[in-house]
């Protein structure tokens, strides 16, 4: 049986390998069950490394084909495109930033439109540094003097903006100009930056300019025969100069004052407001003679405006009640103030006192404002309809700042405004403050008058609008008016309670006073026969200062700054 299914497995064996050997016959297998090589009948040899025939020859691949090169080419010019796009978008995005910030700033700080474009912004420079310093510092007086020392310089040279300048005569100081050849609005911005320079002069005094290291070192720091012993540098400046290599970085303050006084072509106002600011200066520096020689040339020069001046020459007060006399001019009425309070801080109170109590009766005579109703005529056709103030508005943005017109040359009687009110405020101030320090029988009398200065002024501070240019210094005067009156009241009422208590404690120490009690002191009344201490007189002063305080809370968003700090163009942004 064994040797049967043997052969039988041989005969089939043997019948497949012949079928194999048969070129036409086909193997039926299954398809899932065949190679990749069984199926395309292809027999391909293994690649393996050890197996591949050496070369030397690397392959060649184009890596910069003809549409690679296009598609550089492309991407190449789009941004370059681009780029341009980006450079052109900041340039006219800095160009109209900086075109608004010189409409801001001239808006601001007017000039007048016969100067120069560069001494225009250098003067509107000055004014930025001074009022705009940065966030958290004081005002850097170093980059205020050099912008407002280039723009007189410019100023004065011939080629620039001083064509037309002429020296003044010889009696005057050095370097004084006769600007009568000139426009009244180039006279006034020369008024106003020559007032300026002298201000930063105030601030430089002394200040050395390093000729070799071009820069500027505060005074007593320069290493010299005239300075044996200097002073340290204060932080941010390196290495003391040398005396040799310095000059003075600005002129003397009292030569820049003389020359605007004898400057030929400024009006009398201005020479009075400039004397009265030389005349805070030499007050300042100590020097309280020459001080008081300007305020009476001031006075001197106010009064010869006056056909018949209402001043005593001997006490200069004004004589109110005189019939031939004239009003008194807006020019008297500030230099006879101004000369008023120096003689009070001289402490002159006799002198000071009738000069000021003449000068508040004169101010409270002066005319009401008249109304003026085609301003108000026209302040009603403005707020009409949209259509007016899209008109007005496109206007206000297209049309060029003009140059403020002239004020008023001081010589006619003021009238009796908000700021002419602010102005009773401040002398009510002065008279209670000298009533209160002179006399101890007047201190109330002095309170009281310190009590109206503080209803004046907070009354005009709600009168006055914040945000029109000319009524900023009024409101600024009312508001430091407010803020003193209100300190000085403080002080006033506390003393006053002091002495109160002292004088209670007084009574009651004493050997008569309420203390000493007797075996019948309850029943018959104080001993000694002392007069009862009323609790109405004890808590007055409390009382009073409970109504300071509440005073205080309610005018505080007039005296502090409340408004939020600038951010630069992050204010547009809304966190």
């Not at 009696?171 to 609005?185: L, W």
């Not at 003449?358 to 056709?381: C, E, M, N, W």
Request: include cysteine.
């Amino acid at each position: 049986m064994r040797s049967s299914w043997a052969a039988t497995t041989v005969t089939t064996m043997r019948s497949r390998l012949v079928l194999l050997r048969q070129p036409n016959v086909r193997i039926l297998q299954r398809s899932f069950a065949q190679t990749a090589i069984a199926r395309t009948g292809l027999r391909a040899r293994p690649q393996l490394p050890f197996l591949s025939v050496p070369t030397s020859r690397a392959g060649r691949v184009r890596h910069m084909t003809t549409e690679r090169k296009a598609q550089l080419k492309y991407e190449i010019l789009q941004g370059i495109k681009y780029t341009g796009y980006i450079w052109i978008a900041g340039a006219c995005a800095i160009a109209i930033w900086g075109a608004i910030y010189l409409e801001s700033t001239e808006r601001k700080y007017p000039t007048p439109e016969d100067w120069s474009f560069m001494t225009r912004l250098r003067f509107r420079g000055g004014h930025v540094a001074r009022h705009e310093p940065v966030e958290g510092r004081s005002t850097d007086w170093i980059q205020v003097g050099h912008w407002i020392d280039t723009t007189i310089k410019r100023l004065h040279d011939p080629n620039i903006d001083g064509a037309g300048l002429k020296d003044a005569p010889p009696d005057c100081p050095p370097g004084t100009k006769d600007i009568t050849a000139k426009s009244e609005n180039w006279r006034r911005g020369y008024y106003e930056a020559m007032m300026f320079w002298a201000k930063a002069a105030e601030h430089m005094e002394g200040w050395v300019w390093d000729r070799k290291r071009k820069c500027t070192f505060p005074p007593g720091t320069m290493v010299g025969p005239s300075n044996p012993f200097p002073k340290p540098l204060p932080p941010g400046f390196h290495g003391a100069p040398r005396e040799e290599d310095c000059e003075l970085r600005h002129d003397s303050p009292n030569d820049i004052y003389l020359r605007i006084l004898n400057t030929v072509g400024f009006t009398t106002r201005q020479k009075i407001e400039a004397g009265l600011a030389y005349a805070s200066w030499l007050e300042y520096k100590g020097t309280h003679g020459p001080a008081s020689i300007i305020l009476e040339d001031t006075l001197s020069l106010a009064a010869s405006e006056l056909p018949s001046p209402p001043l005593d020459e001997k006490t200069f007060t004004l004589q109110n009640d005189s019939p031939s006399s004239t009003p008194p001019s807006e020019n008297l009425l500030n230099a006879l103030t101004a000369y008023a309070t120096f003689r009070a801080r001289q402490g002159d109170i006799t002198n000071a006192l009738p000069i000021l109590v003449s000068i508040l009766q004169a101010r409270r005579a002066l005319p009401p404002p008249s109304f003026d109703i085609s301003s108000s005529r026209k302040g009603r056709d403005q707020s009409k309809g949209i259509l007016a103030s899209t008109k007005s508005f496109f206007k206000f943005i297209t049309t060029p700042p003009a140059y403020p017109p002239p004020p008023p040359d001081g010589t006619a009687p003021p009238v009796r405004n908000p700021a002419e009110l602010c102005q009773e405020a401040a002398l009510s101030l002065h008279i209670g403050e000298i009533m209160y320090a002179t006399s101890k029988t007047a201190r109330e009398e002095g309170l009281g008058w310190t009590r109206e200065a503080v209803d004046v002024a907070e009354e005009q501070l709600h009168r006055l609008n914040p945000n029109l240019r000319e009524e900023k210094a009024p409101r600024e005067q009312c508001r430091q008016c407010l803020i003193t009156g209100l300190d000085n009241w403080t002080k006033m009422v506390a003393r006053l309670a002091k002495e109160e208590e002292a004088r209670r404690a007084e009574r009651l120490d004493s050997p008569g006073g309420a203390s000493s009690t007797g075996w019948f002191s309850g029943l018959w009344g104080p001993a000694g026969g002392t007069t009862e201490i009323k609790a109405e007189d004890t808590n007055r002063w409390a009382a009073e200062a409970k109504v300071i305080d509440e005073r205080r809370n309610r005018v505080s968003d007039l005296v502090e700054d409340l408004r939020k700090p600038s951010r630069g163009f992050l204010t547009w942004i809304k966190v």
